[in-house]
């Protein structure tokens, strides 16, 4: 595994969704267009609000992409469930940085609350994940609660996102 850095830009969610930063069988993001983020600002194994460790990411939202001309014509908005797949790829992100072993898979969320929209007039996306659980025996498992802002202004919330990791082929 490379170093644990406090920030990564686009080349290196780049290379870990390449499969290169964690390792080969270990954590990988998605690759474009389904990677919502453009770097991650800050993650830490402190901190957060439950203090058992957070991760802070930015997308600068562009009036060109992919999702806008297909959702909904007329009525352009980002689709509530990729700002939810968002905080998963954090969450399983944070668990690959952990130097936990296995591939990264979305197992559930609790409670989701959408109470604004992502539009193509929005400059700037900020999400949160604040982990209230790390289980790293057989089973990894990330529980984390996690938000998201636009412009500046939380417009979703969701509670208990799950991802684990799994070394089975």
């Not at 992502?118 to 057989?138: A, N, Q, S």
């Amino acid at each position: 595994m490379t170093e644990r850095r406090s920030s990564y830009d686009y080349e290196a969610l780049l290379a870990c969704g390449r499969g290169e930063l964690f390792g080969e069988g270990n954590a990988q993001l998605p690759l474009p267009p389904m990677l919502m983020f453009d770097r991650i600002t800050e993650i830490s194994e402190a901190g957060g609000e439950y203090d058992k460790g957070f991760i802070r990411a930015e997308f600068d939202i562009k009036p060109d992409l992919w999702f806008f001309p297909c959702h909904f014509q007329g009525n352009p908005i980002m689709p509530g469930c990729l700002g939810l797949d968002a905080l998963w790829q954090l969450t399983g992100f944070y668990l690959g940085w952990l130097g936990l072993p296995g591939k990264g898979m979305a197992l559930s969320t609790g409670e989701v609350k959408f109470k604004g929209m992502v539009t193509p007039e929005t400059k700037l996306v900020e999400y949160g994940v604040d982990f209230k659980r790390v289980m790293k025996g057989r089973l990894v498992l990330g529980i984390a609660d996690g938000w998201l802002k636009a412009d500046g202004e939380q417009i979703y919330k969701a509670t208990d996102l799950r991802v684990g990791l799994s070394t089975q082929t």
